[in-house]
């Protein structure tokens, strides 16, 4: 039964289980597939907001260019006039800190603060002169730039302050083209100039945060959140040291990301929980009924030569009388007594499955009086004691004198105490002696039926008691019996309010305990 039972298991796992598996390692790399798709596509969206945000960024600045380009053309014979026009554009643009006109050698160079800023000429112009000079490259960039009629906008490193950002484009003074720098200070562009773009954009979804990556310093952000915690960044084009970042208000598509594989993970291992779960309800159901099936078909069998047996007895005697083949008369009595014997053993047989049968359809009716477990065990002596004799036992019996009466069904018990004595006769062996002790408690009457034969192992005395079911090992195996015996006896005690426990050392011996509950006078019928 065992290999039958592996080759179910071993198949339910195969047929339910590795689909299961497939299904589930399919969905999970599929939807890691399309988070990573989605991801990218979110990703580029985010990277989309950032552009608009340095487009917008470099089409102002690129504007300012323009105007002082006009301011430039329109006072090119005044130059008084030049410095109050700039002057005036200044006043309008309190990011800018200076603008400044430089030729191509970087000589001659002209600075027009911002009036918002304490200017320190010497300061600036050193300043302007190191920060041309360490760009030479840029610059000639630009006048190639300007060769091919395009003029471009170019951010400087400035390695010389922490704070200002330069940003130069060629135009034209006097016929000549000079290098004109705006220098910005990055915190008021962004808070002034790129806020009210950055808060159309971002409404009420997105976190964007301007950072100097290398002080650390947040420049603006339309939303107090850590900046460090903000992952996804560009450069800002037009701030060699700035980058610009945004999350997502409520999550970050990280979050979303985890939070859905995580659910799916989670919904996965309840399905997984559960099919396995369902897989060992369904394995250990056919195990159940497997078991089953076999102690039947151990049951019929059983039954079988346990019915073969005293009717081959009956028959082989009466038909040995019956062709009168014995003459003598203590022969014959004993032949009859042989059949007498068989008879009454069948017909325990017989009425031990019939009342099983009604037990477990709940026909047996009981008719409960009056009685007590000492005059019940003194009439099932009167005739087992010779039986018990022929067998070789010696009795030793102990009756409590104050006997508690009970409210039974006599032939119920009597039933039950059988079914114990015939057990402390078949499972015996050698050491062939029968203890019976009746007693009371607070409680319960109680009788115990005691032997020192083969006893029980532990890990079988709580399914002994279980219907059909018979030890497999030992003395036990070789005795024949229907396996419904100490059911019925258990059926019997319930039935009766009562309970049986059985305390047993393998090959020590067994105590089985009957007790029924003591009688009151008032206690109902059941």
């Known amino acids: 039964m065992n290999n039958t039972v592996n080759k179910i298991g071993l198949i339910l796992l195969v047929i339910i289980l590795l689909p299961a598996i497939v299904l589930t390692s399919y969905q999970f790399f599929s939807i890691s597939e399309d988070e990573r798709i989605i991801e990218e596509i979110y990703g580029n969206q985010l990277n989309a907001i950032l552009f608009s945000v340095n487009q917008y960024s470099e089409d102002v600045v690129s504007e300012w260019a323009d105007q002082i ?33 430089a030729d191509s050698l970087n000589s001659g160079n002209q600075v027009f603060p911002s009036p918002f800023i304490k200017y320190n000429e010497e300061r600036n112009s050193d300043f302007i002169f190191k920060i041309l000079d360490s760009s030479r490259t840029i610059v000639s960039r630009l006048y190639n730039y300007k060769k091919a009629d395009y003029r471009k906008l170019e951010p400087l490193v400035n390695n010389i302050t922490d704070k200002d950002v330069v940003i130069i484009f060629l135009t034209e003074n ?30 009420n979804e997105f976190i964007i945060s301007i950072l100097n990556e290398n002080t650390g310093e947040i420049l603006y952000q339309n939303a107090n959140f850590p900046g460090e915690l903000i992952k996804h960044r560009r450069p800002l084009w037009l701030v060699p040291e700035g980058t610009i970042g945004i999350f997502l208000k409520d999550s970050s ?85 042989i059949i007498s014997q068989e008879t009454n053993r069948l017909g325990r047989i017989v009425n031990t499955i019939l009342n099983f049968s009604k037990m477990e359809a709940g026909k047996r009716k009981f008719n409960f009086i009056e009685t007590d477990l000492n005059s019940i065990i003194d009439n099932i002596l009167n005739t087992y004691k010779f039986h018990l004799q022929n067998k070789g036992f010696t009795l030793s019996l102990d009756k409590c004198e104050n006997q508690k009466a009970i409210y039974a069904d006599e032939e119920a018990v009597s039933e039950a105490l059988i079914n114990l004595i015939d057990n402390a006769i078949k499972y015996s062996g050698d ?26 192992k532990e890990e079988d005395q709580k399914k002994i008691f279980d ?36 305390n047993s050392k393998f090959g020590k011996g067994s105590t089985f305990k009957l007790k029924f509950p003591i009688y009151n006078g008032n206690t109902e019928k059941n």
């Open 253 to 337: 598509i990280e979050e979303l990301v985890n939070s859905k594989k995580n659910s799916f993970i989670i919904i996965i291992s309840l399905l997984t929980v559960s099919l396995v779960a369902g897989v060992w309800f369904v394995f250990a159901n056919i195990k159940k009924e497997l078991k089953l099936a076999q102690i039947k078909s151990d049951f019929v069998s059983n039954v079988s030569h346990e019915l073969r047996t005293p009717l081959a007895l009956i028959s082989m005697f009466a038909e040995t009388l019956e062709m009168g083949r014995v003459n003598s008369d203590d022969k014959k009595n004993e032949y009859y007594k």
């Open 69 to 101: 380009d006009e301011i430039i053309r329109d006072t090119e014979n005044n130059p008084s006039l030049l410095r109050t026009r700039i002057v005036s554009f200044l006043n309008s643009h309190n990011s800018i800190n200076l603008i400044f006109l």
């Open 431 to 456: 050491k062939k002696e029968l203890f019976i002790k009746t007693g009371f408690d607070n409680q319960y009457s109680f009788i115990e039926i005691a032997d020192k034969g083969i006893g029980v």
């Open 467 to 502: 219907k059909f079911y018979r030890v497999h090992t030992g003395l036990v195996h070789n005795v024949k019996g229907t396996g419904l015996g100490l059911t019925l006896v258990k059926q019997i005690a319930e039935n009766h309010k009562g309970s049986i426990e059985l």
């Open 174 to 203: 006097k016929g000549l083209t000079s290098i004109c720098g705006i220098m910005l200070n990055p915190k008021q562009f962004s808070e002034q100039v790129l806020s009210p773009k950055i808060q159309s954009i971002a409404q």
